[in-house]
């Protein structure tokens, strides 16, 4: 089972980034994902959660209105679109899938 984050960067306030999760090894249309983000020195946090039927979603209340997750079955990859970012959106990005989770991808807002 591997989980592998990518698109993270540098973005100005404001700004949009989209990351992607690769995901392998398990039946990835059959399992809700899940984004979740930390700061050093903090606890992990939840951001967004997508059912594997129905692809309902739900979100840290934090991002609603801004953040957008969702998946591509055929590609076994899951997204989060993010919108409108602020530098409190700067942490490392993770996605998971129950106890697994990725290598994680770091985000920066900034001017």
């Known amino acids: 089972v591997q989980l592998v984050e990518s698109g993270g960067g540098l973005v100005q306030p404001g700004g949009s980034l989209r990351l992607s999760c690769a995901a392998s090894g398990f039946t990835f249309s059959r399992t809700v994902m899940n984004w979740a983000r930390q700061v050093p020195g903090k606890e992990r946090e939840f951001v967004a959660g997508?059912?594997?039927?129905?692809?309902?979603?739900n979100y840290a209340d934090s991002v609603k209105g801004r953040f957008t997750i969702s998946r591509d079955d055929a590609k076994n990859t899951a997204y989060l679109q993010m919108n409108n970012l602020k530098p409190e959106d700067t942490a490392v990005y993770y996605c998971n899938r129950g106890a697994v989770w990725g290598q994680g991808t770091q985000v920066t807002v900034s001017s």
């Open positions: 997508i059912s594997d039927v129905g692809g309902s979603t």
